[in-house]
Antibody, heavy 126, light 108 residues
């Protein structure tokens, strides 16, 4: 079974650093990109960025560029989302998801996220 | 950046009724880049539809997607109790995913 298992809930103070994780299993981890998605309390989904675990190439949403760092360790099939200095506004649920790019028989590219982790709750409060 | 808007914001229906959810893009989107997700309270999103009209693995055939250009639709032919949830459309363009704000389908 294809799974993404995320690390547990975190409670941090403003200014602290944090790294949360997402471990893939049941598939070839380096064959698919991993995306991170934020959901603030009571709000919708926001795509943060993605990483190619095979070479650690990343790209970020402009809204998150410079605020977070996405990384991966392919030797342990794990992707990470990291903050160097948390703010109260980082309080949210964070999901990782497997990023699929496929090509139809007619040559069309499909882009979507097919498997999601259960999410990691991050609470930042003084 | 392509902006997605979804309507209505909330759809109040009874089990057995048909639900029609709209997703409109600020500029033309390739159909193959348009997906729909379902999210229930306390759960992660679940992929329903990709490529505007292809059902994901294990998704019942009461869910269907259609549309092209700037206008896309998710239809639930007969609502089951487990279908009451929030639905998001998503597009991929310029190496970015963007999501619509969601449509909540609740029980009338």
């Amino acid at each position: 079974e294809v799974q993404l298992v995320q690390s547990g809930a975190e409670v941090k103070k403003p200014g602290e650093s944090l790294r949360i994780s997402c471990k893939g299993s049941g598939y070839s981890f380096t064959s698919y990109w991993i995306s991170w998605v934020r959901q603030m309390p009571g709000k919708g989904l926001e795509w943060m960025g993605r990483i190619d675990p095979s070479d650690s190439y990343t790209n970020y949403s402009p809204s998150f560029q410079g605020h977070v760092t996405i990384s991966a360790d392919k030797s342990i099939s794990t992707a990470y989302l990291q903050w160097s200095s948390l703010k109260a506004s980082d309080t949210a649920m964070y999901y990782c998801a497997r990023f699929i790019i496929t090509i139809s028989p007619r040559g069309y590219y499909y882009y979507y996220m097919d498997v999601w982790g259960k999410g990691t709750t991050v609470t930042v409060s003084s | 950046e392509i902006v997605l808007t979804q309507s209505p914001g909330t759809l109040s229906l009874s089990p057995g009724e048909r639900a029609t959810l709209s997703c409109r893009a600020s500029q033309s989107v390739s159909s193959s880049y348009l997906a729909w997700y379902q999210q229930k309270p306390g759960q992660a999103p679940r992929l329903l539809i990709y490529g505007a009209s292809s059902r994901a693995t294990g998704i019942p055939d009461r869910f269907s997607g259609s549309g092209s250009g700037t206008d896309f639709t998710l239809t639930i032919s007969r609502l089951e109790p487990e279908d009451f949830a929030v639905y998001y459309c998503q597009q991929y363009g310029s190496s970015q995913f963007t999501f619509g704000p969601g449509t909540k389908v609740d029980i009338k």
